[in-house]
């Protein structure tokens, strides 16, 4: 018996589509979201000074630190440091904020490399954020797969919208699934709160109306029997789609699926879409 989908199935199915997108802008375009950011500085055991970010910063065995000039504070968990600070080893893809005046300076871990990442709100590339275009959802793209478990989660190296940069992820397990009646799989890596997983994938839209390096796709913990659900209605863009100054991981080579997922977030216009 076919399921048949009413006008307000499709309603609620747009609104909360709707609420996602939504999610996503107020996100990324936040005082200091990733449009904030206005620098990516990788540090040494040298002293460096930024034009963006108060006092000296380096980094060596004992982890990050800055030597904050006469006048200069920030606010690291809440409580303000003048002089030399250090904000200790970070683990990788961990960091700090540390608020100066209206701005945030993240302070963090990517690819083995400590790195300065000042964010301020009236960044000319957040101030002229004006949304990014996205196919419309529609139903078709909307799967059910199945995931399976490794025995082991598997190290996995994949590389970065930095060239030269590396990120390894355990990934637990692979999603298997249908689309466009042929069989597909993707390498799942840990993804938001317990159980859950995230995909990196690309698609034969990317570099064409997608953006070519990656998109991402959450997905919910799978059911007892396996049973996970695909939307790609809400694949979406990574920083890396909008600014070089990201760190962003690619795929695996084997999340380049050989369809066209004409769904989810596409070219930002930062990057010439439309």
């Given at each position: 018996?076919?399921?048949?989908?009413?006008?307000?199935?499709?309603?609620?199915?747009?609104?909360?589509?709707?609420?996602w997108?939504?999610?996503?802008?107020?996100?990324?375009?936040?005082?200091?979201?990733?449009?904030?950011?206005?620098?990516?500085?990788?540090?040494?055991?040298?002293?460096?000074?930024?034009?963006?970010?108060?006092?000296?910063?380096?980094?060596?065995?004992?982890?990050?630190?800055?030597?904050?000039?006469?006048?200069?504070?920030?606010?690291?968990?809440?409580?303000?440091?003048?002089?030399?600070?250090?904000?200790?080893?970070?683990?990788?893809?961990?960091?700090?904020?540390?608020?100066?005046?209206?701005?945030?300076?993240?302070?963090?871990?990517?690819?083995?490399?400590?790195?300065?990442?000042?964010?301020?709100?009236?960044?000319?590339?957040?101030?002229?954020?004006?949304?990014?275009?996205?196919?419309?959802?529609?139903?078709?793209?909307?799967?059910?797969?199945?995931?399976?478990?490794?025995d082991?989660?598997?190290?996995?190296?994949?590389?970065?919208?930095?060239?030269?940069?590396?990120?390894?992820?355990?990934?637990?397990?692979?999603?298997?699934?249908e689309?466009?009646?042929?069989?597909?799989?993707?390498?799942?890596?840990?993804?938001?709160g317990?159980?859950?997983?995230?995909?990196?994938?690309?698609?034969?839209?990317?570099?064409?109306?997608t953006?070519?390096?990656?998109?991402?796709?959450?997905?919910?913990?799978?059911?007892?029997?396996?049973?996970?659900?695909l939307?790609?209605?809400?694949?979406?863009?990574?920083?890396?789609?909008?600014?070089?100054?990201?760190?962003?991981?690619?795929?695996?080579?084997?999340?380049?699926?050989?369809?066209?997922?004409?769904?989810?977030?596409?070219?930002?216009?930062?990057?010439?879409?439309?």
């Amino acid at each position: 018996m076919t399921t048949q989908i009413t006008t307000a199935d499709l309603d609620t199915f747009a609104r909360d589509w709707q609420d996602w997108y939504r999610t996503q802008e107020e996100r990324l375009a936040a005082p200091h979201g990733f449009l904030a950011i206005t620098g990516l500085h990788w540090l040494d055991d040298r002293p460096q000074r930024f034009p963006d970010a108060p006092g000296a910063w380096w980094s060596d065995a004992d982890g990050v630190a800055v030597d904050l000039d006469d006048g200069e504070e920030l606010v690291v968990a809440g409580v303000p440091v003048r002089g030399e600070h250090r904000f200790g080893v970070l683990p990788e893809r961990g960091g700090v904020d540390a608020i100066w005046g209206d701005a945030v300076i993240e302070v963090a871990r990517r690819g083995g490399h400590d790195i300065v990442r000042p964010r301020h709100p009236d960044a000319p590339l957040r101030t002229a954020f004006a949304g990014t275009p996205a196919y419309a959802p529609d139903p078709r793209w909307v799967v059910t797969g199945r995931y399976t478990a490794f025995d082991v989660p598997r190290p996995t190296s994949v590389g970065a919208a930095v060239e030269g940069l590396e990120h390894v992820y355990d990934a637990p397990g692979r999603v298997e699934f249908e689309l466009d009646g042929r069989a597909l799989a993707l390498t799942a890596f840990p993804g938001r709160g317990p159980g859950g997983l995230m995909v990196l994938f690309t698609d034969a839209t990317s570099g064409v109306t997608t953006y070519a390096a990656n998109r991402a796709l959450v997905l919910a913990p799978p059911a007892a029997d396996g049973t996970v659900v695909l939307d790609f209605n809400r694949a979406a863009n990574l920083p890396c789609a909008y600014t070089d100054l990201a760190t962003c991981p690619l795929p695996p080579a084997e999340n380049r699926l050989p369809v066209a997922v004409e769904a989810g977030q596409r070219i930002p216009r930062e990057r010439g879409g439309s």
